[in-house]
């Protein structure tokens, strides 16, 4: 196990990039790789955490049940509360009681910092319980959650421990007309009570950037749980309780869409963080604006990210990524890479190596050991993706691979590749947020930038190119908040993460993800003579 203060080790998706290269490389050679679509094995058995809301460190359980189910088998894993009005009413007094009164307004940032190491050891100490459920509840890969979410959600803890004691405020000398015998200061406090919401794509790690920074600065949280993935949040709640938290700093609200609506519109909060959907953000927005607080905002919303492949660009290094880029995560990923723009002179190349590679890819339960992509998180959003794959195929876009569900038992669906996709074609337009490729082709670096910047989104993009120079100088003219560079989804606590245009407001991770928690309160002193 690591010890505090040493360096993190390698970047986890660096690792998987590298292990995505070599599968890759080994279909590209020839080399035949095992595909079994055999989905007899029984899940794992593991013990199911408190299915209540978490209000004030008690569980309780409210009158109304909300099912739960495992993707991989449709069975239901467990029924949790349904939090309404009730819930919520408590878990915002236990918050803002905290925030205001509580043994956590007394807490020192230093004494938060240690809650939160407590709790990133206790998470790496139980990581592989966390995948199992994470696995059963979301579908995902447990290597995938074990390799990725985890590490990640732990990094990010600790990261934010590591700046609790040291937020501060800065001494101004005013130079003004009126400035003579004024001295000036900046104090930077915690905004308040937060009301956060987590979708259902990465539970673990989503938690992390919302419940992390907030600790840090010193902020209390009524934390909402996406409808299908509560388990895990609640797991975590029990390893905060275990950490140390004090009463009410934190409470999770497991619940449905009326619980995020009802949490959305409640006049107490002081801020709102969401995750989410561009559609629910834009609401969740308006709700705020009309707030008697005029509630602080950040929201990180979807994407239709491009991934620009160059003439001089490692095809080989470029196909390996795409497939982390698009297919992680069954594809539900708010950064995929769904709009693959390749240039001519290597389009034909680049899509013969991705077809092979694809149709290569192990579907199944995330619990089997070679899986590389699991079912989708539900029946709903099975369907949305299937219907969007007609959509491609009615509109003229040449299926080239995938294209229809896995089985008749469970939510799968067969990674898909489209090549000759148009710019106007649904599939171009919408978040798909599945398995499902779109390969593009480019002339020229003007098109490319011109198209890859066509939409109403913004969250990420990125350049495959062997001249630095020359990625570097589309990267700076590409309209999104991350642009990476021949690598993708590499993600770190310390690197600010958030959209352009409809993909968001604000920051999260870094130093930047600390300022949306913060307020910031200037002192003037005069003199007393």
């Known amino acids: 196990r690591r010890v505090h203060g040493e360096p993190y080790p390698i970047k986890t998706q660096q690792s998987m990039l590298l292990k995505a290269v070599s599968r890759s ?41 909300l099912e739960t189910y495992n993707p991989a088998t449709e069975d239901v894993i467990a029924h949790v509360t349904d939090s309404g009005a009730e819930e919520i009413e408590l878990a915002f007094k236990a918050a803002n009681n905290a925030f205001y009164k509580g043994a956590y307004s007394k807490m020192t940032g230093y004494e938060r910092g240690r809650v939160l190491y407590r709790l990133a050891d206790l998470i790496e100490a139980n990581a592989h319980e966390l995948a199992v459920l994470e696995c059963l509840n979301n579908g995902k890969p447990v290597a995938e959650a074990e390799a990725a979410d985890i590490p990640l959600a732990v990094q990010c803890y600790r990261y934010y421990a590591g700046w609790a004691d040291k937020i501060g405020g800065t001494v101004i000398r005013p130079s003004g007309p009126f400035a003579k015998g004024l001295f000036a200061y900046t104090e930077r406090e ?159 190349e680049f899509v013969a190596k991705t077809v092979a590679v694809t149709k290569n890819r192990k579907v199944g339960p995330g619990w089997h050991k070679d899986t590389v992509q699991g079912p989708q998180v539900s029946e709903e959003q099975m369907n949305k993706i299937l219907g969007l794959i007609e959509s491609g195929k009615k509109q003229g876009a040449t299926l080239l691979t995938g294209g229809h569900r896995v089985g008749n038992k469970g939510f799968f669906v067969a990674p898909t590749v489209f090549g000759d996709v148009a710019d106007d074609m649904t599939i171009a337009q919408e978040e798909i947020f599945g398995p499902v490729m779109s390969i593009f082709k480019f002339k020229d670096e003007e098109e490319v930038i011109r198209r890859a910047n066509n939409t109403e989104y913004g969250l990420a993009a990125s350049v495959f190119s062997r001249n630095f120079t020359h990625a570097r100088a589309i990267a700076n003219r590409l309209r999104a908040g991350t642009v990476w560079i021949n690598t993708y989804d590499t993600l770190d606590a310390t690197i600010p993460f958030g959209g352009f245009k409809a993909s968001g407001i604000g920051r999260e991770l870094g130093e930047a993800g600390l300022a949306a928690y913060l307020e910031t309160k200037s002192i003037v002193v005069g003199s007393c003579d």
């Open 190 to 348: 915690p905004v308040g009570v937060v009301a956060s919401i987590i979708p259902w794509n990465f539970p673990i790690l989503m938690q992390a950037w919302k419940l992390a920074p907030a600790i840090a600065t010193g902020c209390s949280v009524v934390l909402k749980t996406a409808p299908q993935t509560p388990l895990s949040a609640n797991r975590i709640g029990e390893l905060l309780m275990e950490a140390g938290l004090p009463e009410g700093a934190v409470n999770i609200l497991p619940g449905g869409d009326e619980t995020g609506r009802l949490l959305g519109a409640h006049q107490g909060f002081d801020k709102i963080a969401f995750t989410g959907s561009t559609e629910v953000g834009r609401k969740i927005l308006g709700a705020s604006a009309i707030s008697n607080k005029m509630k602080r905002v950040t929201l990180e919303l979807g994407g239709k990210s491009p991934m620009v492949v160059c003439n001089d660009a490692n095809v080989d290094a470029a196909v390996a990524t795409a497939q982390v880029g698009l297919f992680l995560n069954q594809g539900q990923c708010c950064c995929a890479s769904s709009r693959i723009f390749v240039h001519e002179s290597v389009y034909d």
């Open 25 to 65: 490389s080994a279909i590209l050679r020839g080399s035949t790789l095992p595909i079994s679509r055999s989905f007899s094995a029984k899940a794992p058995s593991i013990r199911i955490p408190n299915t209540g809301a978490l209000i004030n460190n008690r569980w309780v359980q409210g009158s109304k049940p």
